[in-house]
Nanobody, 119 residues
C-alpha cells in the first residue's frame, strides 16, 4: 500500500509564499514522474508542475517564474515552492506520482491540501 501525504497549505495574503510538501510512503521500489495539480471551485483540475526522476521540469505558464517544483528522491518527497501568490492561485492542490511497487507501476494521488490567497 502506497500513500501520498501533502502538507503545507493554508491561508496567505496576496504576494506571500507557501511551500507544499508531498511524501510518498509504503513499499516503493522507485518513483518516476511526480506532479502537482490544482483544482479551484467550479473548475477542472489542472497540471501545475511536473518533475521527472532525472529532474526535468515542466510548469504551467500561469505559474512560471513564481512556483518552483523540486524533489528529494532519497525521501520520496516532492515540493512546490509558491512565491508571489495571487488570489487566482486559490485551489486545492494535489500531488500525484507514478510509483513502482511489488505489483508493478501505478499512479497514486494525495488527499489534497487547501491553499487560499486573500486579496
Amino acid at each position: 500500500q502506497v500513500q501520498l501525504v501533502e502538507s503545507g497549505g493554508g491561508l496567505v495574503q496576496a504576494g506571500g509564499s507557501l511551500r507544499l510538501s508531498c511524501a510518498a510512503s509504503g513499499t516503493i521500489f522507485g518513483i518516476n514522474d511526480m506532479e502537482w495539480y490544482r483544482q479551484a471551485p467550479g473548475k477542472q483540475r489542472e497540471l501545475v508542475a511536473s518533475i521527472t526522476i532525472g529532474g526535468s521540469i515542466n510548469c504551467a505558464d500561469s505559474v512560471k517564474g513564481r512556483f518552483t517544483i523540486s524533489r528529494d528522491n532519497g525521501k520520496n518527497t516532492v515540493y512546490l515552492q509558491m512565491n508571489s501568490l495571487k488570489p487566482e492561485d486559490t485551489a486545492v492542490y494535489y500531488c500525484s506520482a507514478e510509483v513502482y511497487t511489488v505489483t508493478g507501476r501505478h499512479n497514486y494521488w494525495g488527499q489534497g491540501t487547501q491553499v487560499t490567497v486573500s486579496s
